[in-house]
């Protein structure tokens, strides 16, 4: 091989390893942690001050619907025979009603055991699924 071949394949080896680098550091930092109610409860110092998603069931009847001048739910999310109290602010889904599962992301406050979600995702109901013949 000659010293110019050896140039380039060494350019082209280091641009290749540059570029993995930078896909991987970007596929880390897209992650988030997926927690059910349950598995936050048994860890919670092992998510202090980190975001992270939470998922559940709504509890029957724990929806206080927000005021209309600040649009902030709260209510209760449960799994696994655990609960935790959720604030939201934002919008709800059309989807978002009792016992929906749902999936909220966000930061949980220990000292409060209250998770202050800024993102909200319901599961369509099964009503709306296609039946099985």
């Given amino acids: ?35 059910t109610v349950d598995e936050l409860l048994d860890a919670t110092e092992l998510v202090q001050d980190q975001e992270f998603r939470l998922s559940g069931k ?3 009847g724990s929806i206080q619907k927000p005021h209309p001048d600040q649009p902030r739910y709260e209510f209760d999310i449960t799994a696994g025979g655990k609960s935790v109290h959720v604030r939201y602010q934002g919008l709800a889904p059309d ?7 749902v999936v909220v992301t966000g930061r949980f406050d220990a000292t409060k055991r209250v998770f202050e979600a800024h993102h909200l995702l319901a599961k369509c109901a099964s009503k709306y699924e296609a039946k099985l013949q």
Avoid: E, H, P
């Fill in 58 to 60: 709504v509890v029957q």
């Fill in 95 to 101: 989807t978002f009603n009792d016992s929906s599962s």
């Fill in 1 to 35: 091989m000659t010293k110019a071949k050896k140039k380039y394949f060494i350019g082209f080896a280091l641009i290749i390893a540059a570029l993995i680098f930078f896909v991987l550091g970007s596929f880390k930092d897209s992650m988030q942690y997926y927690l």
